[in-house]
């Protein structure tokens, strides 16, 4: 029996493997329906609305400052921050969805994985003393996901 660790995982934004991770998550939930009846002595339900969200965590990092190179982090911030258009201080250019591909790579060719298109929903980075610098990134799932293979 073999089981799967963080560095079992892998994570591809926009179809691109995001270079360094600390890590990602995902949950998926059905709000319930309430199907009861007057004549019912127990509640009754059938399955509603599906919800899918997650999170993920991406170094920030540079090889050399001079030159501009892929940065997870740096792509997904962003994403979600934008600058203003102009004079207009609460305009700014739409948000855009991302495909996430979340990936556990168990020795297969393609691996296990869920990819999904979502919207950004937030995102947080922080300076401390010892760390490193990551962006914490959350999202919400537009629809079903796109490819399921886990």
Do not use: H
Not at 38 to 47: E, G, I, K, S
């Amino acid at each position: 029996m073999t089981f799967y660790s963080g560095s079992s995982g892998s994570l591809l934004i926009d179809g691109k493997k995001a270079a360094r991770v600390r890590g990602w998550q995902i949950s998926t939930s059905i709000g319930m329906l309430d199907t009861t009846s007057l004549a019912d002595t127990d509640r009754t339900v059938t399955p509603g609305i599906r919800n899918t969200s997650g999170t993920c965590e991406v170094f920030y990092y540079t090889t050399n400052p001079q030159i501009k190179e892929s940065n997870s982090a740096s792509e997904l911030l962003n994403v979600i921050i934008k600058q203003r258009s102009g004079a207009v201080p609460g305009q700014a250019a739409e948000t855009t969805p991302v495909t996430f591909r979340l990936q556990i790579n168990d020795g297969t060719t393609d691996g296990k994985y869920l990819e999904v298109e979502a919207y950004l929903t937030a995102a947080q980075m922080s300076m401390a003393v010892g760390e490193v610098l990551a962006a914490q990134i959350s999202f919400d799932v537009n629809g079903a996901p796109v490819l399921v293979n886990i």
